[in-house]
């Protein structure tokens, strides 16, 4: 394993080292005449052949920083064909940098193309021997690009990939297509190409450095923490969503402003909420049209206040210029997202300015213990997938695709050979074809395997595109006008519902007047009802991510915030720890039994999230058997109908038991998710299914390591208990 280099140095002036007709541009374009501190120190990494991963605010020139090396490169040494990739999450980030790109490179004659499925399909494509310098690509669009036997081989020339928002990768199974991809350029170009990644936060940097680098050759983590400079909070408190809009109003009245809110169907609701109360007001989410969305996007560039109520689609570096505020109406659930949202105000030498509209007084502890964590530089590490199943699957039948006919040794020396999948044994791969074969997704003749009529059936549309992606399809509707016009996209399940004909979309109202099931589209015309509704279907675990939750638990422990709070916020904030028993400590599982509504009942104070306490109770539920039911949030657990009189004695031993079982006894316990909740896992054994879930789906191993680590304490009806009142 090499260790990374951490660039701290100062570094002497790179701006006059520079090609000449860079510095033209940065002096003419943009009025430099010298470089940010991250810009010097990532030119002074990357110069040096190493792969980097630029870690800095919003705002903070990350994206220059990548770029100015890479072009300095190609102006000097005369490099011809397509030298850098630009890899994006988002359609729409590469948009928005598109016209930063072309900014440097059209001045210096560098050629920019974007290759996206939003892009005509004309327009996706170059002359022979035309390929431009820079290809700004997502990777579901590389893998189609890979595929282009006339147009692949111009991918020899590249010598670094960029990419954004890496953070926005490396947790899911697109981060693991990603890294397969990546390797795929390297025995294309038949050397390691350099990787330069960039993200504005990151809790563990050095291991998301390791990750994109594949420990390949040298790596250098380029770290520039945000400057020190006054933020203001502004909370509101209001139990009435009227009055709560009233606040929002009054807030962001005249202003540039961003309202962000943690879910699309919140998002429409709060549209519809304040139309015609704020002036150029739009909405922005991953649901609505990409015309929509820029419109939204280029809203902010109009004279005058504008607000755009969003999700977490404005958290990524989509440029929409100086905003006045950040409202953010309830707390988001990571403080990574919280600093995303924040760094979108206090440029230019203003203070970062953010308003907490929240419903209640849980929601202002939740609030200030992402500040605090935020103050403290304590932001959410990232853990990759552990039992990559889903994405080897789809490299199999990839290479199926793209060799008609293949033996199992074929497929093993080629695909275990990124390191994406080198935890998994040969022994492991063998299985799945062994299981395509006798499931049909795969045949034979004799040695040769080849792709089965189950594979063609599910996967073979539209010329086996579902191949060049692993996010899940199918699970919306296109909704669109008579005349073609795109509006955005409905949950499926909202869509057979059959409980609503009136729908609120992108801010209006609209009337579903034809279903075709079959090419999964909805037709829609405007409508003037009131009434309307939607909804879409959450994925994943939500609820606060464990480093809020553990936070929660300190002022809890403390019994105060440590941010200076005024008198109003700090009685709301006492309401709420009235309620907490005053004996927690700052760490451990609590038990208390109390007398409820409906007899006896245990309450376990956790604080480890959702996903932790979901587990937990699924495998107390098994323990305590019966009639014992028990219901979870991100920092408690209740159980109810377990026993009359030593309940909370009997809890207690069974999460001592439970903090012995094995990986084994556990997952006896769980019930499994449907094979349909990854893409390709429909083709998976049922052991590996199994893995597949109890790692990546339950994180077992994570919840075995914090039980077996974690005090397990009972408090009695000492005094000093204040129990939380009843639902």
């Known amino acids: ?30 009025d430099w005449t010298e470089l940010r501190d991250v810009q010097e120190r990532t030119y002074s990494a990357v110069v040096r052949g190493n792969d980097v991963l630029v870690i800095a605010p919003t705002a903070g020139g990350k994206s220059e920083a990548a ?32 016209e930063r790109f072309r900014l440097f490179c059209t001045p210096t004659l560098l050629s920019v193309m974007k290759w996206h499925g939003d892009v005509p399909k004309g327009d996706r494509t170059w002359k022979v021997g035309e390929p431009p310098h820079f290809l700004m690509i997502t990777p579901e669009s590389l893998e189609v690009l890979l595929q282009e036997k006339k147009l692949s081989p111009d991918l020899r020339t590249v010598r670094t990939i960029i990419i954004d928002e890496l953070h926005a990768f490396v947790e899911s199974e697109r981060g693991v297509h990603l890294k397969v991809l990546l390797n795929r350029m390297d025995r294309i170009a038949q050397r390691p190409v350099q990787r330069i990644g960039l993200s504005a936060t990151a809790g563990n940097p050095e291991e998301v ?85 820029k419109s939204s996007e280029e809203a902010f560039f109009s004279p005058g206040g504008a607000c755009i109520i969003c999700t977490s689609t404005l958290e990524l570096g989509i440029d929409i210029g100086d905003l006045d505020v950040v409202v953010q109406v309830g707390p988001p659930n990571s403080v990574s997202s919280f600093l995303q949202r924040m760094g979108r105000t206090g440029r230019r030498g203003k203070s970062a300015y953010v308003a907490w509209v929240l419903q209640n007084p849980c929601e202002l502890l939740c609030s200030l213990a992402i500040i605090e964590c935020a103050l403290r530089k304590e932001v959410e590490n990232l853990t990759p997938p552990k039992k990559p199943y889903n994405v080897l699957l789809q490299q199999i039948f990839l290479y199926l695709y793209n060799h008609s006919r ?37 045949t034979t003749d004799g040695e040769i395997v080849m792709l089965g009529t189950e594979a063609e059936r599910v996967f073979g549309r539209s010329n086996w595109k579902d191949l060049y992606s692993v996010i899940s399809g199918g699970g919306e509707y296109r909704a669109m006008t008579p005349d073609g016009e795109i509006v955005g996209k409905l949950d499926a399940r909202f869509v ?96 208390i039994e109390k007398t409820g509504k409906r007899g006896l009942e245990v309450l376990i104070f956790s604080f480890s999230g959702s996903r ?35 309940i909370g004695q009997r809890v207690l031993h069974v999460l001592k038991e439970i903090q012995k079982m094995e990986k084994d006894e556990i997952a006896a316990v769980l019930p499994m998710p449907q094979a349909e909740s990854w893409k390709f896992a429909r083709a998976l054994p049922a052991a590996l299914l199994s893995d597949l879930s109890l790692s990546d789906h339950y994180h077992v191993e994570e919840f075995m390591d914090v039980m077996k680590h974690v005090p397990v304490l009972i408090l009695d009806s000492d005094p000093c208990i204040h129990y939380p009142d009843e639902e």
């Open 406 to 442: 293949a033996s199992r040794k074929q497929i093993a020396a080629s695909i275990l050979s990124y390191p994406a999948f080198q935890d998994i044994e040969p022994e492991i791969l063998d299985r799945i074809i062994s299981h395509l074969i006798t499931s049909d997704f795969a």
């Open 496 to 591: 057979n519902s059959k409980n609503s004909e009136e729908i609120s979309l992108g801010g209006r109202t609209w009337s579903m007047v034809k279903c075709d099931e079959g090419h999964n589209i909805v037709v829609v015309v405007p409508s003037g009802s009131d009434t309307s509704r939607i909804f879409w279907t959450s994925a994943g675990e939500s609820g606060f991510s464990p480093l809020v939750c553990q936070m929660v638990q300190r002022i809890c422990a403390r019994g105060e915030s440590a941010l200076p709070l005024g008198e109003h916020e700090q009685d709301v904030m006492q309401s709420v720890l009235a309620k907490i028993p005053e004996c927690l400590g700052e760490e451990g599982l609590y038990v």
């Open 1 to 30: 394993m090499r260790k990374a280099l951490r660039s701290t140095e100062n570094v002497s002036s790179v701006f006059s080292t520079l090609h000449e007709s860079l510095q033209q541009v940065l002096a003419q374009r943009l």
């Open 612 to 646: 932790f306490n979901r587990l937990l109770s699924l495998l107390l539920k098994d323990r305590l058997g019966g009639k014992a039911q028990v219901k979870y949030t991100d920092f408690s657990i209740k159980i109810i109908r377990a026993g009359k009189k030593g």
């Open 209 to 293: 450095l390791e990750w994109l680098s594949d420990n390949r050759h040298s790596t250098e983590l380029v770290m520039v923490l945000p400057p020190s400079k006054e933020k203001q909070f502004l909370f509101i408190v209001e139990p009435e969503e009227s009055e709560r809009i009233d606040s929002l109003v009054r807030i962001v009245n005249q202003k540039k402003a961003l309202v962000f809110v943690n879910s699309r169907s919140v998002a429409e609701r709060l549209m519809k909420a304040s139309a015609g109360r704020i002036r150029n007001l739009h909405i922005h989410h991953s649901s609505l049209s990409a015309t929509t969305r």
């Open 67 to 98: 770029l100015i090396p890479v072009i300095d490169d190609i102006l000097k040494n005369g490099r011809m064909g397509v030298t850098c990739l630009y890899i994006s999450p988002l359609k729409a980030l590469i948009n928005d940098q598109e």
